[in-house]
């Protein structure tokens, strides 16, 4: 457990030591306010993602096209990439696999989530709050997606030994034909990219977005998954956070780059102490 804190610890820190600023605070909401608005931007931004398919031009449906098209060419990979990961896993420190497991678990995913978005309404900081809602619209909808699409789909597992062709539609409560999509791919993929976006420098965002490969592959060391489920499942998150944060840009949302930044907050560090410290 000491692994997921330390991981929460250091994402909300990040957060903090790039002193990302807050807006004015005249004409604020109240905490309340931010609340409800907050909420019905996150429904909206779930509503968005299963209705933009609708609204796809020529390069969209290209691009989907070409994301069916790349995962097909693999399915021939998908049974020497299992035997491949699955002898690579055996060799991989317990600690590296149990954290990458645990960052694709709706608990300790949730966690992190609400914990961004805690920290935006206590700063008052629309930049940290607009994140929160993104990340937990992006993971509601991906979240919704895999848990219908692996009923429905039931493509079989490695672990079945029924080959990555064998499906059984409608499988119900079978886990053993659950294994497209990867819902750990989607939660930490959609989790790491949503805050990856949020920086610029490519180092930071580089070992984000790293952080968030680390649950897709752990299914793949574990034998769970496909190469193709966890290749598509990283598609699709990708286009689901983009979609939502594109629709909240487009609809000025949160307009927080048109406002004065008056508040600058910062990490403070001390002999056996630590905070948050608002600069005027």
């Known amino acids: 457990m000491n692994y997921f804190k330390t991981l929460l610890t250091y994402t909300l820190l990040v957060f903090i030591t790039t002193?990302?600023?807050?807006?004015?605070?005249?004409g604020e909401m109240t905490t309340w306010q931010m609340?409800?608005?907050?909420?019905?931007?996150?429904?909206?931004g779930v509503k968005h993602t299963y209705t933009q398919p609708f609204r796809w031009k020529g390069k969209d449906w290209a691009t989907f096209g070409g994301i069916v098209a790349g995962t097909a060419t693999l399915l021939a990979l998908d049974e020497p990439a299992n035997e491949y990961f699955t002898k690579q896993g055996e060799d991989i420190p317990s600690g590296i696999r149990e954290v990458s497991f645990r960052f694709g678990k709706?608990?300790?995913?949730?966690?992190?989530?609400?914990?961004?978005?805690?920290?935006?309404?206590?700063?008052?900081?629309?930049?940290i709050r607009k994140t929160g809602v993104l990340l937990i619209a992006s993971a509601t909808a991906g979240g919704l997606l895999q848990t219908v699409s692996k009923t429905l789909i039931g493509r079989a597992r490695p672990l079945t030994g029924e080959g990555n062709l064998s499906f059984r539609f409608y499988s119900g409560g079978d886990a053993g034909f659950h294994s497209f999509p990867?819902?750990?791919?989607?939660?930490?993929?959609?989790?790491?990219?949503?805050?990856?976006?949020?920086?610029?420098?490519p180092y930071i965002k580089g070992g984000i977005y790293a952080i968030g490969m680390l649950s897709p592959i752990s299914r793949l060391w574990e034998g769970a998954h496909w190469l193709t489920d966890v290749v598509l499942s990283t598609a699709l998150?990708?286009?689901?956070?983009?979609?939502?944060?594109?629709y909240?840009?487009?609809?000025?949302?949160?307009?927080?780059?048109?406002?004065?930044?008056?508040?600058?907050?910062?990490l403070k560090l001390g002999a056996g102490q630590i905070g948050i410290?608002?600069?005027?």
């Open 19 to 26: 002193s990302i600023h807050s807006q004015d605070s005249e």
């Open 182 to 201: 990867s819902g750990h791919a989607i939660l930490s993929v959609t989790t790491a990219y949503a805050i990856g976006k949020q920086f610029k420098n």
């Open 248 to 266: 909240l840009k487009r609809t000025e949302r949160y307009a927080y780059n048109n406002k004065e930044n008056k508040i600058r907050w910062n």
């Open 106 to 127: 709706p608990l300790l995913n949730y966690g992190l989530t609400s914990s961004v978005y805690a920290l935006g309404l206590i700063t008052k900081n629309e930049k």
């Open 35 to 44: 609340i409800k608005y907050d909420g019905a931007s996150i429904y909206k």
């Open 277 to 280: 410290v608002g600069q005027f």
């Open 237 to 246: 998150s990708i286009v689901i956070v983009d979609g939502i944060d594109k």
